[in-house]
Nanobody
Framework: DVQLVESGGGSVQAGGSLRLSCAAS????????LGWFRQAPEKEREGVAS???????MYADSVKGRFTISRDNAKQTLYLQMDNLKPEDTGMYYC?????????????????WGQGTQVTVS
């Protein structure tokens, strides 16, 4: 059974940092694209960062230079280090897996989703 379980969300002040984790199980982690998406109230879910099976990363323009995505294949865990957080980063953050080596920022391209972890920046 495929599972993605996020953790690490919380409330921080602007300028602070958080590190999100996503523990994966039930599929061959190493060969899949993984991504982080977020959704603010009354807004569409948007791509934040992704990392493909080769380690190539992509970032939304709004988070470039502040967020870092990484993966530990041995631990089957995806991470998102978020620094210099801003109030506009507030939202529910979701981990997602795409059944391809390469990534997109199109949410419909992702097959499996975690339950989300809330990030609030004030």
């Amino acid at each position: 059974d495929v599972q993605l379980v996020e953790s690490g969300g919380g409330s921080v002040q602007a300028g602070g940092s958080l590190r999100l984790s996503c523990a994966a199980s039930g599929f061959y982690f190493t060969t899949h694209c993984l991504g982080w998406f977020r959704q603010a109230p009354e807004k569409e879910r948007e791509g934040v960062a992704s990392i493909d099976a080769y380690g190539t990363t992509m970032y939304a323009d709004s988070v470039k230079g502040r967020f870092t995505i990484s993966r530990d294949n041995a631990k089957q865990t995806l991470y998102l280090q978020m620094d210099n957080l801003k109030p506009e980063d507030t939202g529910m953050y979701y981990c997602a897996a795409r059944w391809q080596y390469f990534c997109t920022f199109t949410k419909d391209d992702y097959t499996r989703w975690g339950q989300g972890t809330q990030v609030t920046v004030s």
